[in-house]
């Protein structure tokens, strides 16, 4: 485990409404023989202390391959509701003294190697912010980011919830924090963002699936 991540929550944000496939609770469809989910928490687990899936349905799966946390606000109010529930997370558990939190979208299941590593040099000097996001090609991968918690959880949390409650988008969000967006563009492929039948298909056909 690298060095300053025995202080880091991991997150996986799986609360979308699986629109465009068909309504399922995507984070459990198959990929290569295992949930979507396993993979992203895969790819968070050698860089964190600590792992948390963030759902709105199907909670009683999802625990049992992490700890599991529900959205801060019912139904499918978007992946802020899913951050304002990891601060809420974090702010009702300050004696465990995470001093930063890590997310990644379900539907991203190989993100490059040591990305929280890169995220965290650029947070390290994001003052006021304390966050930074992924960029690819310009294009911000928002839900790909680490935030300073320090001592202030509970300030994340209320700041998320403001967010939500007047637009609900984790951009504008960012960009009223000030966030540093750090350009991955020589790992662009690997922000998958599998949101298709298709792309599960293609994804599988790339590495080797049937």
């Known amino acids: 485990m690298p060095a ?17 496939v068909g309504g399922t609770d995507k984070g459990l469809l198959p990929l290569l023989g295992r949930p979507l989910v396993e993979h992203a928490l895969d ?4 860089q964190c202390a ?19 946390i529900q959205d801060s606000t019912p139904g499918h ?3 802020l509701a899913g951050l304002a529930a990891a601060f809420g997370f974090l702010a009702a558990n300050e004696h465990a003294r995470f001093a930063w939190l890590a997310t990644l979208p379900v539907d991203c299941p190989e993100p490059p190697g040591e990305f929280i590593a890169r ?16 960029r690819t090609s310009g294009k911000p991968q928002p839900l790909v980011a680490l935030y300073r918690i320090g001592d202030d959880a509970s300030g994340w949390l209320a700041s998320a919830q403001n967010a939500l409650e007047r637009h609900g988008s984790v951009v504008r969000w960012h960009a009223e924090l000030g966030a540093v967006a750090v350009d991955f563009d020589a790992d662009a492929a690997a922000f998958h963002n599998l949101n298709t039948p298709e792309d599960f298909a293609e994804y599988e056909r790339a590495h080797g699936g049937t």
């Not at 963030?54 to 049992?64: Q, S």
């Not at 650029?122 to 930074?132: M, R």
């Open 4 to 20: 300053g991540a025995e202080r880091i929550v991991g997150a996986v944000l799986a609360g979308g409404a699986g629109t465009r």
């Open 43 to 46: 790819a968070l687990r050698p």
């Open 50 to 68: 600590a792992l948390l899936v963030v759902a709105n349905r199907n909670l009683h799966r999802y625990v049992e391959l992490a700890p599991t």
């Open 77 to 79: 109010a978007g992946p």
């Open 119 to 134: 995220l965290r040099a650029a947070a390290d000097g994001a003052v006021p912010s304390g966050c930074a996001y992924a």
